[in-house]
């Protein structure tokens, strides 16, 4: 509560600039948990409700007693539905292979050949579009398909899970699984 008035007190009253003040300091909280060890945490299942998907999310946090959270468990739960919706393939953008990025730039580049436009301009829609591969791809880049806020990626998400829980907390690998792929 005091962090709030604080933040209201800073903003001058104006509710929108506080609630991006409390975002910023729990950013700055986050990343001073982030070098910490995440060695406790959960498998949690999640099965949609026509029985044909299913995912499996390794979720990691610093002791016990935060894995048995109610406020860990949701964001399991929610984390595992944007996997089960939106069909990463990897959890952030390091663990993409070089060579498949390689590759996707190639396939941008020869889109781009008979568009006329200046190399430099080529080389910034090629990143754009890399870019764009990531935050399809990989889950920390994706937009949080249940957020109330547009823009929320996952790992906003977490961030302020972090914040709010005070632990260190890593998604370390998931599988999804759907019947006919």
């Known amino acids: 509560m005091m962090d709030c008035k604080k933040a209201l007190v800073e903003a001058d009253g104006d509710f929108d600039k ?15 948990k982030a070098g910490r060890n995440a ?3 959960i498998i949690f299942s999640y099965i949609h409700h026509n029985e044909k998907i299913g995912v499996l999310l390794e979720l990691n946090c610093e002791t016990d007693f935060v894995a048995r959270t109610e406020e860990f468990h949701e964001l ?5 539905l944007q996997i ?10 390091e663990e993409v292979p070089e060579e498949i990025i390689a590759k ?12 006329g436009k200046p190399e430099h301009v080529i080389e910034k829609i090629v990143e754009n579009k890399v870019n764009k ?34 632990e260190n907390i890593q998604v370390s ?4 699984f759907e019947i006919g792929e």
Do not use: H
């Open 18 to 32: 506080a609630v991006e003040i409390l975002r910023i300091k729990g950013a700055a909280k986050a990343a001073k």
């Open 39 to 41: 060695g406790e945490g």
């Open 76 to 80: 399991a739960k929610q984390i595992s």
């Open 84 to 93: 089960a919706s939106m069909r990463p393939r990897w959890v952030k953008r």
């Open 104 to 115: 996707e730039r190639e396939i941008y580049k020869e889109e781009m050949k008979e568009s």
């Open 133 to 166: 591969f990531y935050e399809d791809n990989c889950l920390l880049e994706q937009d949080f398909v249940f957020a109330e806020k547009k823009g929320t990626k996952i790992k906003d998400l977490i961030t302020e899970a972090i914040a709010k829980i005070g």
């Open 173 to 176: 690998r998931f599988a999804r």
